[in-house]
């Protein structure tokens, strides 16, 4: 274990983003054959799943706005593009897992998988901020008129805005994304140059200082605040009174969302700032944080992952109008299901 760590600690050792398989130090090939091979599955039913919920999102937002698209359901598009993105990069690092995180690709390919991995990761987390935020404009401006053109520009202009800052973030995998011989073997990494002044492994320190705050704390922190000042503002519109169901409904979809967003990446972003903390010698390099690294934070990676599938359901299929659009496809290619259904409901189908 010494050994090993001594060589996790090397400055040319240097792994930026933890996640989506960029992360590929020596400690990490401990993990034996059966969790990878695991892992490696678990990432290919994500993509399949992600694949297809998306695709769905698209088809949904195709047939019930094909003229006019809200703010929100713009953003909706675009968390759909910025995962569908992000779950098809996946293939590539379950081959990476299996391989034992020997990456077969080239260094082309490395730094191409790695760039929009990590771009999309961080414009899918900055989507679904800007749509908490919609969402309580909407809310709160819903009583104003005229509205609908000037929020879509704003929407428009959001998401240029946000794809540009995406790809501001992954400027550093963009640049130092490579591949690597560690042990003999070649590994996709992101590693940064040796400075005089200063120590890659604080490089590394400081990068994954920007993926907890900008991928985790301050949308966190954004989300909570537009769904708690939403709440408020139901509240104080004494909706409970005069519409208990809505605000249920309401209620319901906002603790959904935060939760959600929480469970599959404190895991994740929990392991990462330990790291932190160690490469900025706040705390020692233990063998539990080896252990960690090597066991557990492959599934935190996995974790994080299913919230690229969780997305298409959590902001499209809890609303009612995409229900019923999914509900008009169902029975449209289960025909024998929607004459079976009219039998069983002659009077719905008569005119009242």
Known sequence: WGEQAAVLLLPSFCHAWQGGGSLRADQNRGVTQATRIAIAIVYSAVCTLGVLG???????LGSRHRRRMSSATFFVLNLAVTDLQFVLTLPFWAVDTALDFRWPFGKLMCKL???????????????????S???????????????????????????????????????PHAIFSTTHRV?????????FPELKDLDPQFLLGLYQTQKVLLGFVIPLAIISACYILLLRFLSRMRMSSSNPKTRSRVTKSVTIVVLSFFIC???NQALTAWG??????????????YNTQAYI???????????????????????????????????KVTPSFSKHASKAHPRQAQPC
Not at 134 to 149: D, E, F, I, P, T
Not at 183 to 191: F, Q, T, Y
Not at 281 to 289: G, I, M, S
């Open 54 to 60: 998306n695709l769905l999102v698209f088809f949904l």
């Open 113 to 131: 998988i790695s760039s929009v991995s990590a771009m999309n990761m961080y414009a899918s987390v900055f989507f679904l901020t800007a749509m």
């Open 133 to 171: 935020v919609a969402r309580y404009c909407s809310v709160v401006s819903s009583l104003k008129a005229n509205r609908g053109c000037s929020s879509r520009c704003l929407a428009k202009v959001a998401s240029a805005i946000i794809w540009f800052f995406a790809a501001l973030a992954t400027l």
């Open 183 to 191: 042990s003999g073997d070649e590994l996709c990494l992101v590693k």
């Open 265 to 267: 990446w404190l895991p």
């Open 276 to 289: 932190i903390f160690i490469k900025f010698n706040l705390v020692p390099f233990t063998e539990a944080f």
């Open 297 to 331: 934070f492959p599934v935190t990676v996995c974790l994080a992952h299913t919230n690229s599938c969780l997305n298409p359901i959590l902001y499209c299929l809890v609303r009612r109008e995409f229900r019923e659009a999914l509900k008009g496809l169902f029975l």
